[in-house]
């Protein structure tokens, strides 16, 4: 070649390096091979400064990615070979997406050349992805490498983000790319880029309609927090003295310090208590938040015929489920600053009963909460494990937490007491072992904070190996299992709506801690509720990886926040 050619994978390498990319999760495979020699020969002293960080599943590869896109704000990247890799990497893919984090997954491909030709590892990756990514491509010409990374990066920042699919083929990794065309635009590397406000008439009509309620709630969900708009929202909450709740995503909207803060509200998570306070709100306030099922408890609450304001980026999300009054379409800091600027124009008192109610609100839930989680019952209640980790944790801890036991406990009942991402969730799709790998994204993206994972042992046996790579990165953070030997959260179901006919659920129980001591952790098991503090304690200060294995009551007998169980 030249001196101005580069080849397919070199272009991608320093396109990433443009864009701001700094890590890439992912694993090795024969269509990688141009583009992992890429990233060799272009690293060292004054190279690109990516680092790769080698995964044992092209699923942890996402799923670390995902989070820490979460935490940082920047594009995450991960990567994996074609056939099998593809189709293992497709369940963060869809996460991510439907939970509008900015992703994008490459996955390598046989050679152009090669198609149609019952090739190993053929598949048609671009019919793949399709469902289940915001914008995908197969490049099929080197040439066109800059254009559709750069478009890439564009889809996954802009608008509502989400998650992006690249198949690169193995010769087009090989082929010349000119390397005048090799540059891109960093403001694309992180999200939300390219903001866009609603329109002015748009947001006179929600000032009025929030100015003529009696009591009005805010519903937060996770575009306030992807979008940074933590003082705006507290602004208009203050203004209108407004009780704001959140979904599981939108933890962190507002600080629990903050005397409007209610919690989070819906199945999952949510009490009596809060729902109670959504049920009295004559005017709903959606902010960032899709209104899905989880977080009205199937659209009961708000029940219809509650007045409706909305604002969110995606248009198609206003008026799908409740008749809107008043709608805005934009990105929820300008939005709710635009909000800020009308109601400062309309004579409008706020409502000054209104931290008195949401007081009463945690009062209420505090109360429930702190009776079991004294409990020396065994086995160790949830509860009880929630509140000795927010004695211990420092603020700026950051928890990831899997969709079974963990998610509702802690959305519940552990403590935000910044605002920000410190809570982090799959929620889209609630797949099971997410928070096991997903928590070497958080440490690597948030090196600062203690990061710490809570799963049940369900998800556990998902994603174990991974243990494997946080011994070898020698990662500082915290896994806690809550064992049960039971997929709990079906088995819960199976007992509130099928008459306790329990159904291929329960599994051996297994001794996690010596699992983690064989690849490499330090471990504590606890059965005894006096021995659990000082486990997690130490667990916490040590400088290394270290497993928790706690042996808790299965949520069938539990108590929790799970609102189709209560009842």
Known sequence: MTDN??????????????????????????????????????????????????????????????????????????????????????????????SSVAMLAVTTDISVSSRGKYTLTELDQEALFRPISKWNKVIDRAADIPNILRRAFREATTGRPGAVHLGLPYDVQKDAVDENDVQGDARYGVFPASRVGPDPADVKKCAEALAK????????????????AHDELARVAEILG???????????????????????????????????????????????????????????????GTRIVHLDIDPGVIGAIYPTEAAMIGDARLGLAALVGELAKLSRAPDLGAPGRVAQTRLEREAAFRQLAQSDDTPIKPERLVATMASLLPEDAVIVA???????????????????????????????????????????????????????????????????????????????????????????????GYGGRYFSVDFQRTDHARVAEAFGLKAWRVEDPAALKPALKAAFEYGGPTLVDVVCQPLHEAKAPVSEWVA
């Open 5 to 98: 050619r580069l080849s397919g994978a070199e272009a991608f390498v320093k396109l990433l390096t443009a864009h701001g990319v700094d890590t890439v999760f992912g694993l090795c495979g024969d269509t990688s091979l141009p583009l992992y020699d890429a990233l060799a020969r272009l690293g060292g002293p004054g190279g690109h400064g990516i680092k790769h960080i080698l995964t044992r599943d092209e699923r942890s590869a996402g799923y670390m990615a995902d989070t820490y896109a979460r935490v940082t704000g920047k594009v995450g990247v991960c990567e994996g070979p074609s056939g099998g890799g593809a189709t293992y990497i497709l369940p963060a893919v869809a996460e991510a997406n439907e």
């Open 242 to 304: 407004m009780p704001v709740a959140t979904t599981i995503s939108g933890q962190g909207a507002l600080p629990d310090s903050h005397p409007l803060s209610v919690g989070v509200v819906g199945s999952n998570g949510g009490t009596l208590s809060t729902r109670a306070l959504v049920e009295g709100a004559d005017l709903v306030f959606f902010v960032g938040c899709r209104a899905g099922s989880v977080t009205t408890e199937r659209w009961r609450f708000p029940a219809k």
């Open 402 to 496: 899997d969709p079974g036991t963990p998610c509702p406990y802690f959305s519940a009942f552990y403590p935000k007491r910044r605002a920000g991402r410190w809570f982090v969730s799959n929620r889209a799709h609630g797949a099971l072992g997410y928070s096991l790998p997903a928590v070497v994204g958080a440490a690597i993206g948030r090196p600062q904070s203690k990061c710490v994972a809570v799963m049940g042992d369900g998800s556990f046996g998902f994603a174990c190996g991974e243990m494997e790579t946080i011994a070898r990165l020698n990662l500082p953070v915290t896994l806690v299992v809550v064992s049960n030997a039971v997929y709990g959260w079906i088995k819960a179901g199976q007992r509130s």
């Open 213 to 228: 309620a009696v009591r009005p709630v805010c519903i937060v969900g996770g575009g306030v927090v992807i979008s940074n």
